[in-house]
């Protein structure tokens, strides 16, 4: 933001960033309206990220990482993409490599990690993660989907919907009932392929905004799943996932926040040029206090991001945190997106305007990774304890 000091970052972080900024700048902004035509990105970008090593940085160089495990070099991948104003591969990509990627990473075995995570890292493989059903959204323990024990496999039956990257994907993180009689203690995390017989995937949703993002239902029917796809423990699913989320609500709010900011930047440099009554409307003093008070706020957003993923890397970030910023990060994003919308006038109402984009994109934001009344739910569990 404008002249705020981020101590945050080395030098070495900032050259980092630079290769991410001519990457976004070159491969992914001048493509992003046809993939919103085509619902998804393309597979070639995938290639592209791999290629310049911008997925899974975390992993083990064994696996084909960096063994990175400085969160902050994450937080610019995410920033970066935010700034562009490309919403849905700030969403896609960060997804693969920090949401996707640590379940396997962590709990995975190591012939499971031999087999998938080198060609994450390669973008020969994109990641999902399918956690939401039809009729469980928030309320995990409410999935359905399950998975019978079979010996040395898992059959496993449901349908998955929302899914982010679901139509592209080719690996997919399952939460499947273990034991339906048990509720969160019977949930349990599959690793599951496009190649399984049984594993269908639905046609792109027709979605109110984020259209280059593949966002579709799954369908498993009879698949199945080799014990070795398990991840950590049988019943201990819903452990995981609580642990993971917190990193999840991070990047979201990373997002969130660079969005916004990204927003602010387009709309300065609109109300400059447009003119109304003989001047540019940037002098009018209801426009002035508007910018104003959306800098204020997006600084005050940023400087809490910087301290969270500071926390982060040094192992302090907590459930309760990480909702806290996603809850506010969203909310701020998409007050932001209304008022820059409401100071473009009528163009801000035309899909040819980034700032209209946004908008549509800004909403789901609020509601995926846990919604933000869940957040306030966790936030107050913690202050009430």
């Known amino acids: 933001m404008f002249g705020l000091h981020r101590s945050l970052f080395t030098e070495e972080h900032e050259l980092y960033r630079q290769s991410v900024r001519e990457f976004v700048s070159k491969e992914i902004t001048p493509h992003n309206a046809d993939w919103e035509k085509q619902k998804m990105v393309s597979r070639e970008v995938w290639k592209k990220l791999g290629d310049q090593g911008f997925l899974g940085i975390q992993a083990p160089e064994s696996l084909g990482g960096m063994n990175i495990s400085d969160f902050r070099y994450n937080a610019i991948f995410i920033e970066e993409l935010g700034l562009s104003g ?64 079979h010996g040395d496999y898992y059959l496993v039956n449901g349908t998955k919907t929302f899914i982010t990257n679901g139509f592209l994907c080719d690996v997919v993180v399952v939460a499947v009932k273990t034991d339906p009689d048990k509720g969160a203690k019977g949930i349990s995390l599959l690793v599951l392929d496009r190649d399984m017989p049984g594993f269908k995937r639905g046609v792109p949703f027709e979605k109110v905004g984020l259209h280059a ?96 993923v500071s926390l982060h890397n040094e192992g302090k970030l907590d459930s309760a945190m990480a909702s806290a910023a996603k809850y506010n990060m969203t909310e701020l994003q998409c007050k932001v997106a209304d008022e820059c919308v409401q100071l473009h006038g009528g163009y801000g109402y035309m899909w040819d305007y980034g700032i209209a984009r946004a908008w549509a994109d800004a909403r789901v934001q609020r509601i995926y990774a846990g919604t933000n009344e869940i957040m306030k739910e966790l936030i107050a569990r913690k202050i009430l304890q």
């Open 86 to 149: 490309c919403s849905a591969p700030a969403v896609g990509f960060p997804l693969h490599s920090d949401i996707v990627m640590p379940y396997i990473l962590h709990y995975g075995k190591e012939e499971v990690q031999r087999k998938y995570i080198p060609k994450m890292i390669s973008g020969d493989l994109i990641g999902a993660i399918a956690m939401t059903e039809p009729g469980a959204g928030s309320d995990l323990q409410a999935i359905r989907t399950s998975a019978e024990d």
């Open 213 to 308: 993002q593949d966002t579709c239902e799954l369908f498993f029917e009879d698949v199945k799943v080799p014990k070795e796809n398990l991840l950590g423990k049988a019943g201990e699913g819903f452990k995981y996932l609580m642990t993971e989320l917190a990193q999840e609500r991070l990047v979201v709010a990373l997002a969130a926040i660079a969005l916004g900011e990204y927003m602010l930047q387009a709309t300065i440099s609109y109300v400059k040029e447009r003119k109304a009554f003989g001047r540019s409307i940037s002098e009018f003093q209801n426009t002035r206090f508007k910018l104003a008070e959306m800098n204020a706020a997006l600084e005050q957003g940023r400087i809490y991001c910087d301290y969270l």
